[in-house]
């Protein structure tokens, strides 16, 4: 099992619904956010070209966060989700020093938290809330070890990119272009 | 001078408010726990449909297990949403734990001659009001009286400004928003757009968005349907001067120049008719008035198109060949907040005639034929008939006004050269008037002559300030409302009941118009101990019940006729001709042009840029600018400048400018720069709804810069009254303006 | 015109708009790390090397600062640890591959064996020091007694430090700055030459310290040596790299770096020590000094400077 996201920048409208319902699904306080909204713009008027993009953690393959956490508290669960422990997690902050994406936050209250693909939700058979509310339906979660998943689908059939590919951390949140 | 009514920032207010504070936001936020496996699994789920906008989506109000809303998401079987809210729906809760929220009734006092508001029990605010509407009915008649509404609310109020005797009644969604495209499509297909537009996106091949911006625009069914329209490979075509997100998604982008696109139409109508581009069954067995539509774009060619709108003759011609090929699943937008220049209902004749030549209009990936559930009304007496009602203010113009001019009311509620005024006292319920109307200067002016003002409201915008007695409603989280019975494919009720109790003193509308009608006598037109009565009395009548309806939140209904027209089906528009009115009898009958013509708009003299404004995707209006998990996305409005502007006047991103208009009115607070490339060099652009100037606002006040304030000149529509409100120039002020001393 | 912006608000406290999670105590507790490694390291080397006698300073006296220098080191850290009462969780595991935690450890047997080592010279340093507690005196006699073990496994624990404090940074091949292969002996380096700075300043032996000073020249040249081909490494390097140079070689760190950090920490005191071999009189604590405050900036520096670089996407 590998647990992946692909998002469709094609679809993405940039509204940010995706990161208002995780707010509110996980609880994340006022003033921080698991997931986040680019827009990009290249040209110049009116040769304009446009992408927007829901970023979150990329649940790397080669996580460079787990690797580094001294005390076990940043892992991989099912699915090569990488999580945190809360209560395992000394805030020493080098997970967050080491994630190209900057993915991590420290919590107010002292652990380090991220997005966790909606674990909860997942187990349960759900999808992660900000796919769940995504308006445009621009989000596909699941599992790429199964080809029939939707996300292998339109993984197989369009074409994407990842972000920040030479980090080599091997991210699993695929931009469809 | 002290004016009598003074607008109220800070006051006494606070007390309520701040008895409540932070509390709500921090229990959010507290019960954050280590485990990254959400603690809440015990979750009940009562149905609502969203106030945040006017699309309506039905959804779910979750409770956990101490009965705290935690949070609300959309209902599967409701075709606005499909399951799924916009991100202002997502975020709606936040309406409801806001803890700047009115949450007793307010009285305004005078203390050592400052005016403030004190709070007030309910019994002694509505007699108040029950004591000034008695006043104002004894001395100048009943029909003194308007009811500016917007939102649920209104339905309540309506009910009881009628039963008082009052006609004149508006709301901003007709003079500020999609009247003229209702007149338009009223004149050419016999029957108006509505809500939510029928448009098939859907299925279509073709979607043309003149100024639409959907997916900024956040109206829900619509931006999915626009998103599955672009999985299946739909052309999408769009005009906007400005970069919009729906251009970064369409095939065609056409830049225009602002204020151009009736010459962009016509040519569009000349190539579709030189090229026989058009639906040439449809338009014989359906449409009047061919040959003189023809005759009259003849020499409107896309050259012609070319030297006004900046569009590429090529890009014209191809444009519209793309609309040919793929009609009659094509849909040329009719747009929805559409006062823009003055000239709007022309604009909107020709984007219906667009759509009559090619055949879109009840036809599949076009426009499909809406219903909705006809619900029998609740049993009330009849209404008086008013003296005078809203079409006496219009004073003679705008004769094909469907319903009251919100600018014509204010107007009439100022006094005229020894003439008193008409109005003399203001209900106000569910729209922010200062924010939303244009020119503030005759809407203060107005307001200072008022007898008597009274605002019902959930939070103290802007609007409240004004009032002599401010009433708190409940959010859309805690009360029943009406039943929703807007159109779609299929009919379909939806029901919005409470997921808690109203916090503080704050109450339903239906409740509070009901109070002031047995305090004015008028019981009889509320013969209900609770709302909830009347939905279940009205389920019943179409074989429901309100108990059916609290378990499944929506219900869907039979069609009773086809969803779109059949081949040479023979069918009767309601016009007066019977057809698609290309040439418009109505309009020549009331001396209007009966087929559309461009004409020039004033441009932006030296230095000035053309006002530009919409939407924000996880906004809405001024009402979300405080809303906490909005305001998280976005709490302030920015002001996008072309990189050469920019050049030319210094400024850096993120530089705060103030901003000057044609007639010299300043913004009360600066604005963060943008520079963007997504902007012309002629215009800027802001997001509609900032600038709060009230401190009770506590996330919104002086965040970001108010458009509306700056719209001091809006241009009347001829024919039925709208505000063009796009003819608003402005130049920067780097400094802090000095700015006189309040008084 | 490019653009890149968040449009859904973000702002989040120590991240947006960069980095900034670790403040000043982090290059605090890197220098006091550094420091007492080469401290360390120094002594039990030359006591490995047998020359306690002509090293006095080097092998006993200097090594008292070591335990107070490690102690403020991990007050420092603690201080900057978000959530500082899970703190014991370091020691519930062994990750072999965050550097954090082998620091940790090497911290948890390297501290107590500073203040063993140093505490067995206070008999030297204190005539008629007794340490009353039957206990502590046979404590004392194995010290001594196992001197030379001791030392090796001080030298080799404290040179695990000196690495540790060094790769540290460079571990994160996220911030494009610390992503290289050089700055982990840089680091080290660094300490080695802060330790041997404070030897030469507490040498009260004009001989002890005329070898610490011709050491530290050879670790001042190793370094100047090592920036240069950290800076050529990184203009060859990706654009995110020839930013991070940006930084130091045309931006808000050019003056702090090149004037402070190597004019003032390294060329400097190295100019002043060269005199002083040959025999100017020098007052042994300025290099000292100039060497220690030069160490300090340059962690601080490279810390905040680390945290602004970033990949593009
Ligand atoms: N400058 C400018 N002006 C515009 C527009 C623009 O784009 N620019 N847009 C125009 C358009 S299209 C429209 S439709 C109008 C919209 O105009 P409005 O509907 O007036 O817009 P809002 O600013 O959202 O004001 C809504 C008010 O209702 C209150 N409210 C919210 N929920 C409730 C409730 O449940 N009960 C009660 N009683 N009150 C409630 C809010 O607190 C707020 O005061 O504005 C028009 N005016
Ligand atoms: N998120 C969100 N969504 C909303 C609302 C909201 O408040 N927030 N409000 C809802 C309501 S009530 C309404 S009425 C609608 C309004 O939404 P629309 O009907 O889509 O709004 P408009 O103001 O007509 O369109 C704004 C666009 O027109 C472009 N424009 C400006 N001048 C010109 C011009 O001269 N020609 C052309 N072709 N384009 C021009 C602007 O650049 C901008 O992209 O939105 C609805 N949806
Ligand atoms: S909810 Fe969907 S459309 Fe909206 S920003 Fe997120 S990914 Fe894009
Ligand atoms: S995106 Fe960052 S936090 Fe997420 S797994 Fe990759 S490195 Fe770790
Ligand atoms: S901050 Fe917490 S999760 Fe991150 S590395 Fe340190 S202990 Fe591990
Ligand atoms: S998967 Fe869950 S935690 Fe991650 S961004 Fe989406 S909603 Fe937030
Ligand atoms: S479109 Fe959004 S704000 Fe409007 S009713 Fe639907 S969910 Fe609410
Ligand atoms: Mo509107």
Redesign the pocket.
Same mark, same amino acid.
């Given at each position: 099992m590998r647990y992946a996201m692909a998002i469709d920048t094609k679809k993405c409208v940039g509204c940010s619904d995706c990161v208002v319902a995780c707010q509110i699904e996980n609880n994340v306080p006022v003033g921080y956010c698991r997931d986040w909204v680019t827009e990009t713009v290249h040209g110049s008027y009116p040769n304009l070209e446009l992408e927007l993009r829901s970023e979150r953690c990329n649940h790397c393959d080669n996580a460079p966060c787990v690797r580094c956490c001294p005390t076990g508290a940043s892992y991989i669960a099912e699915g090569g989700i990488v999580l945190v422990e809360g209560d395992k997690c000394i805030g020493c902050g080098a997970c967050i020093e080491s994630c190209p994406y900057d993915a991590r936050f420290s919590h107010p209250e002292g652990y380090v938290d991220k997005c966790t693909f909606c674990i909860h939700r997942v187990r349960k058979g759900q999808e992660p809330a900000c796919v769940s509310a995504c308006p445009t339906h621009c989000m596909y979660f699941g599992d790429l070890d199964d080809p029939a998943s939707d996300i292998s689908r339109v993984l197989k059939n369009r074409k994407y990119k990842v972000l920040a590919p030479e980090a080599g951390t091997k991210p699993q949140v695929y931009y469809l272009v | 001078m002290a004016s009598r009514r003074d607008f109220i920032k800070i006051s006494a207010l606070g007390i309520g408010g701040m008895a409540l504070g932070a509390g709500a936001l921090k229990l959010l936020a507290e019960d954050s726990t280590f485990d990254p496996f959400s603690p809440i699994t015990q979750f009940s789920r009562i149905p609502t449909y969203c106030?945040v906008c #006017?699309w309506k989506c039905a959804g779910w109000t979750y409770t956990d297990d101490k009965g705290k809303i935690v949070k609300v998401i959309g209902n599967d079987e409701d075709p606005h949403c499909n399951g799924r809210l916009c991100p202002r729906g997502t975020g709606g809760i936040g309406?409801y734990y806001d803890e700047d929220r009115l949450l007793t009734p307010l009285v305004r006092v005078s203390e050592n001659g400052k005016q403030t508001f004190r709070q007030a029990s309910w019994e002694e605010a509505l007699g108040i009001v029950a004591e000034n509407l008695k006043k104002i009915a004894d001395k100048y008649g009943p029909e003194s009286l308007a009811l500016f509404k $917007?939102?649920?609310?209104g339905h309540y109020f309506e009910q009881l400004v009628k039963a008082y005797g009052s006609g004149n009644i508006v709301?901003?969604?007709y003079a500020?928003?999609?009247g003229p495209r209702e007149v338009g499509w009223k004149a050419t297909f016999g029957t108006t757009v509505g809500s939510p537009e029928p448009t098939d996106i859907r299925d279509t091949r073709c979607l043309v968005l003149i100024g639409s911006h959907i997916g900024e625009n956040m109206h829900n069914g619509q931006v999915q349907e626009m998103s599955e329209a672009i999985d299946r490979g739909a052309d999408i075509i769009t005009v906007d001067p400005r970069y919009s997100t729906a251009a970064s998604k369409s095939r065609h982008w056409l830049p225009i120049k602002p204020a151009t696109d009736l010459a962009l139409l016509l040519a569009w109508i000349h190539v579709i008719i030189n090229e026989e581009l058009y639906d040439k069954g449809y338009v014989e067995q359906y449409t009047f008035g061919f040959d003189r539509l023809k005759q009259h774009v003849r020499r409107m060619t896309p050259e012609w198109a070319y030297g006004i709108t900046g569009i590429q003759p090529k890009a014209i011609r191809e444009t519209a060949r793309l609309m040919g090929s793929a009609a009659p699943s094509v849909i040329v937008h009719p747009g929805? $907040?559409v006062?823009w220049y003055g000239d709007d209902t022309q604009r909107s004749r020709a984007i219906a005639i667009l759509n009559a030549l090619l055949g879109s209009w009840g036809r599949r990936g076009g426009f499909y034929f809406d219903e909705s559930v006809r619900l029998p009304e609740f049993p009330i007496p009849e209404f008086p008939e008013p003296k005078w009602d809203w079409r006496a203010t219009l004073d003679g113009r705008f004769p094909l006004a469907a319903t009251g001019i919100s600018n014509a009311m204010i107007e009439a509620s100022i006094p005229k050269e020894g003439k008193d005024s008409r109005i003399k006292g203001w209900f106000v319920?569910?729209?922010?008037?200062p924010?939303?109307?244009?020119n503030r200067p005759q809407l203060e002016e107005a307001i200072q002559a008022l007898d008597f003002m009274v605002v019902?409201?959930?939070?103290p915008?802007?609007?409240?300030g004004y009032a002599d007695v401010v009433l708190p409603?409940?959010?859309?989280f805690e009360r029943y409302d009406e039943l929703r019975t807007s159109p779609h494919r299929e009919p379909y009720l939806a029901l919005r009941m409470p997921a808690a109790a109203p916090k503080g003193d704050s109450k339903p509308?239906w409740w509070i118009a009901k109070q002031i009608a047995e305090k004015l006598g008028l019981g009889s037109y509320f013969p209900y101990e609770d709302f909830k009565e009347v939905l279940d009395w009205q389920l019943k009548q179409v074989g429901s019940s309100l108990e059916e309806m609290q378990k499944a939140g929506v219900k869907q209904f039979e069609r009773r006729s086809p969803l779109y027209l059949k081949e040479n089906e023979p069918f009767t528009f309601r016009t007066s001709t019977g057809k698609i009115e290309l040439y418009s009898k109505e309009f020549e009958q009331y001396g209007f042009a009966p087929l559309p013509n461009y004409t020039p708009h004033p441009e932006p003299p030296d230095n000035y840029y053309r006002l530009n404004?919409?939407?924000a995707p996880m906004h809405? #209006?001024?009402?979300?600018s405080n809303n906490p998990n909005l305001t998280d996305l976005m709490d302030e409005n920015d002001l996008w400048v072309n990189p050469k502007v920019a050049r030319i006047w210094g400024m850096k991103n993120g530089q705060e400018v103030w901003l000057r208009n044609q007639d010299g009115v300043i913004s009360s607070f600066p604005i963060k720069v943008r520079i963007t490339e997504r902007i012309r060099w002629d215009s800027v652009y802001m997001v $509609?709804?900032f600038g709060h100037n009230n401190k009770k606002l506590s996330r919104a006040f002086g965040k970001g810069a108010?458009?509306?304030e700056l719209?001091t000149n809006p241009v009347p529509d001829p024919i039925m009254g709208g505000t063009g409100?796009r003819g608003t120039f402005v130049t920067f002020l780097l400094e802090e303006p000095i700015k006189a001393v309040e008084s | 015109m490019n653009e890149e912006i968040i449009i859904s608000g973000r702002n989040i406290p120590m991240v947006d708009p960069h980095l900034n999670i670790w403040h000043w105590p982090i290059s605090v507790y890197l220098f006091l790390g550094g420091l007492a490694a080469g401290i360390l390291f120094f002594a039990g080397l030359y006591t490995i090397l047998g020359r306690d006698k002509n090293l006095p300073t080097a092998v006993k006296w200097s090594t008292f600062v070591a335990p107070f220098a490690l102690v403020l080191g991990l007050i420092a850290l603690f201080v900057d640890l978000k959530h500082q009462w899970y703190f014991w969780r370091l020691y519930t595991t062994i990750r072999i591959e965050s550097p954090m935690s082998w620091g940790a450890w090497v911290l948890l047997f390297i501290t107590p064996l500073s203040f063993v080592w140093s505490a067995s010279y206070l008999g030297e340093l204190i005539p008629g020091w007794d340490w009353k507690l039957g206990i502590l005196k046979r404590f004392d006699r194995w010290v001594q007694a196992n001197r030379l073990p001791l030392a090796w496994i001080m030298a080799i624990l404290s040179l695990i430090l000196g690495i540790y404090t060094g790769i540290l940074l460079s571990a994160f091949n996220a911030r494009p700055l610390w992503n290289t292969a050089l700055l982990g002996p840089l680091f080290l380096t660094s300490g080695l030459s802060t330790g041997a700075a404070a030897i030469m300043w507490m040498s009260g032996k004009k001989d002890e310290r005329q070898f610490f000073t011709r050491i530290d020249l050879i670790l001042i040249a190793i370094e100047l040596f090592f920036i240069i081909h950290l800076f050529m490494g990184f203009l060859a390097g990706p654009e995110v790299q020839l930013e991070a140079a940006e930084l130091f070689l045309n931006g808000p760190f050019t003056l702090p770096f090149w004037g402070l950090v190597v004019g003032l920490g390294l060329i400097l005191p190295a100019i002043l020590e060269m005199l002083e071999l040959r025999g100017w009189k020098i007052p042994a604590a300025l290099p000292a000094l100039l060497i220690l405050i030069g160490g300090l900036l340059f962690r601080i520096i490279i810390v905040e400077a680390g945290e602004i670089t970033r990949y593009l996407y």
């Open positions: - | 106030e #006017f309406m $917007h939102g649920s609310s709301s901003p969604s500020q928003c999609r929805r $907040h006062t319920s569910g729209t922010n008037l924010l939303t109307i244009p019902v409201d959930t939070m915008m802007e609007v409240t409603e409940c959010t859309y509308a404004y919409g939407r809405t #209006f001024s009402r979300t $509609h709804g108010s458009d509306s719209i409100m | -």
